[in-house]
């Protein structure tokens, strides 16, 4: 499966998810089309989901009870949510989500049936000093722990310095750390093929060189994803 996932952070209004929803004609019938919402409008995009799959950005490691503030896996069962974002990289840097909590959190939703879609990926500081194979392995190893390889989830690696910065890896980049994200998945559970999705300012300029390469399964898209024609031209770039 090959997915096109977009990201609309803390943005978006009413007005804004009626015009996203009326630009959206046809989708391409084997690629998993999704946007993750913010939840106070989940339930505003029922026409939306109509078209393509609706998720989140983020869900609770906790179960149910007094945490005010949170949304719990089971509540997004409830909603019959189609995915959710686990440790995407501004999660990790502004709210403190460890390893260990991304992982309570993606277990969370694999207990549910909520496919997780788990962001990893290092710094300026990290990629400068030749580090990113290395944090790779850590997110990795620690947030898959106790992960079985008949779980189903999908990675997502966006290189913290090109997220929102214009700035992408190259495609060679790309197409190597996916690779190598494969082969360390392979390691810890044994399982073949997970699809990893590249995100980190993508957008219909450039996406054809970066969705077709042969390690990566698709784009995690967060500016460009506002916007239902450039979100649909990205589409258009998968062969
Ligand atoms: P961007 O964001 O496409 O705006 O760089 C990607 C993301 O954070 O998921």
Not at 173 to 178: L, R
């Amino acid at each position: 499966m090959r997915y096109l996932l977009g990201n609309w952070k803390m943005n978006m209004s009413l007005s804004q998810i009626d015009k996203f929803t009326d630009g959206i004609e046809q989708l391409k019938p084997n690629i998993f089309v999704g946007v993750a919402v913010p939840s106070i409008y989940y339930a505003y995009c029922y026409k939306l989901k109509q078209k393509m799959s609706v998720g989140l950005q983020n869900v609770s490691e906790y179960v149910s009870g007094a945490y005010t503030g949170e949304i719990s896996a089971g509540m997004l069962e409830d909603v019959q949510a189609d995915f959710c974002l686990v440790g995407h990289s501004e999660r990790r840097q502004y709210f403190g989500e460890t390893d260990a909590r991304v992982n309570s959190k993606l277990k969370m939703l694999l207990s549910k049936n909520i496919l997780p879609v788990l962001c990893v990926g290092e710094t300026l500081e990290q990629y400068e000093a030749n580090e990113t194979r290395k944090v790779l392995n850590e997110q990795l190893t620690q947030g898959l722990a106790g992960i079985t390889a008949t779980d189903d989830f999908v990675i997502a690696y966006e290189p913290v310095w090109a997220i929102g910065t214009g700035k992408t890896a190259t495609e060679t980049e790309i197409d190597s750390t996916c690779g190598y994200i494969k082969e360390i998945v392979k390691q810890i559970l044994g399982k073949a093929n997970i699809a990893v999705l590249y995100g980190g300012s993508v957008k219909s300029t450039n996406s054809a060189g970066i969705v077709n390469l042969p390690n990566v399964d698709g784009a995690l898209v967060g500016g460009a994803s506002q916007n239902a024609d450039e979100f649909i031209k990205i589409l258009n770039t998968f062969k």
